[in-house]
Structures are given as C-alpha cells and as structure tokens.
C-alpha cells in the first residue's frame, strides 16, 4: 500500500483528489493539508511514500515548501500538482527535488501512473508539462516586451534575485543581515510594484519582461 498525502489550499482539490485516489487499493490518502507549514510540522512525526504538492499556495509556496522537505527527508517523493504549464516554474520544481509535475486536470489512471513512476526513481511529466519544457528554448529567444512596472530599488532586486534562487524568507535575512520582517515588507513590496500574488506569478513577470537583465 502507497501511502499518499496532499497538499492544497483549495478544499474541492483535497475531497476530490482523496475519493479519486481512495478507490485504488495499492493507495491510501491518509491525510490532507490545506497548507504546507502544517505539511512539514506533520513530517517530524511521520513521512509518507509521496506527497502531492500544490504550486500555488499562501504562506509557504509547493517551490520552496518542495526544497525544504527535499532537505529534510530527501526519500519522499513528491509530485507536483498545478494549473499552470509555465516552464521556468517545472524547471524550479523539479530543481528543488520534485520527481514529477502533473496538471491538475489530470486523470485517475494519469496520477496513478506517475505516483508509479516516481516510486521506482523515475521522472513523471504529463504530455501538457513535457511540452511546455520543450518550447523553453524557443520562447527564450522571443523578443521581450518594455517593462512597464516601476523600477526596483537596489534592495529590492537582491532580494528578487534570491527569491529567484529559491531561498526562503529566512535564508534571505541570514544572507543580507537583515530582519525576517525586513525581507518580508521588501518581498511585498516587489510583489505590488509587478503586480503579482505569489511567487508563482513573480517568476513568470520577472522572466517575461527580463525584470533582472542578467537573467
């Protein structure tokens, strides 16, 4: 029996997900989170086989949620679960230790395979996400737009370019000297300027208007 938890703060995603997988008998649901902090304090009791990760979350994000529980229990697999097919946020979730990236339109006979495929080692990506990754090299030499966000202050732009390398809010104010408040008022406030909710749609601006020109 596979032991599976979710990951997801929309509460149909869990219900639905839980009766799809439930019905199988080589898989168990055994408990859902409809946030990852409360994921990871969970794990200090008990890790399952897999764990199914949402993207898109408050808080804490599936990207960097997925590089802590990677470093603390790297015998997990987790798969990734999101309504988007953006390429840079497969390539930073399958950096950051994810052994598969579904979308979540995905079927029961498609969840199933890939839970099977990460089990034996093996890197599951639905035929959606496989494309995606394969026009990366095309879209990379499209001509970007102008920027029309307001200019980033110089602080701003290290703590985006760490944001960018996947470091968590802590491990930013350990790097900068600066107060885990401080990092969080900077990571709001770079969120207002590009207009965006979450880190999610931060890679995606920072990415499609060449926000850092070094990118």
């Not at 997801?8 to 869990?14: C, I, Q, Y």
């Not at 890939?114 to 990460?118: G, N």
């Given at each position: 029996?596979t032991e599976?938890?979710i990951v ?7 219900e ?6 439930n019905?199988?008998?080589?898989l168990?649901?055994?408990k ?7 994921l990871i304090?969970?794990?200090?009791k008990h890790?399952p ?5 949402d993207i898109?979350m408050?808080?804490?994000n599936?990207i960097e949620a997925?590089k802590?529980?990677k470093?603390s ?6 798969i990734?679960l999101s ?8 390539k930073?979730?399958?950096?950051n230790?994810a052994?598969?990236y579904?979308?979540?339109?995905a ?6 395979e ?5 089990l034996?080692?093996k890197?599951y990506?639905s035929?959606?996400i496989?494309?995606a ?14 920027s029309p966000f ?8 290290e703590?985006l370019?760490?944001i960018l390398?996947?470091k ?5 104010s ?5 107060s ?6 900077h990571?709001?406030n ?15 601006v920072v990415?499609?208007y060449?926000?850092?020109?070094k990118?």
């Open positions: 029996m599976i938890y997801d703060d929309h509460k149909m995603v869990l639905g997900l839980s009766l799809l997988l019905t199988d008998t080589d168990e649901v055994s859902t989170f409809s946030n990852a902090n409360d304090e969970s794990l200090e890790v086989d897999v764990i199914l990760m898109n408050p808080e804490l599936g997925t802590i529980i470093k229990y790297p015998h997990v697999h987790i990734a309504m988007i097919s953006e390429s840079n946020l497969i930073l979730m399958l950096k230790g052994g598969g579904l979308h979540k339109n079927g029961h006979e498609e969840i199933k890939a839970i099977h495929h990460v034996t080692g890197k990506l035929e959606e496989s494309d990754l394969l026009n990366l090299n095309q879209s990379d030499y499209k001509p970007r737009p102008d307001p200019k980033l202050s110089r602080r701003e732009e703590i370019e760490l390398e996947e968590t809010t802590q491990e930013i350990d790097k900068l000297f600066i885990f408040g401080t990092v969080e008022t990571r709001r770079i969120m207002i300027k590009l207009g965006v909710k979450n880190t999610a749609g931060l890679v995606r990415y499609e060449n926000i850092l020109k990118l």
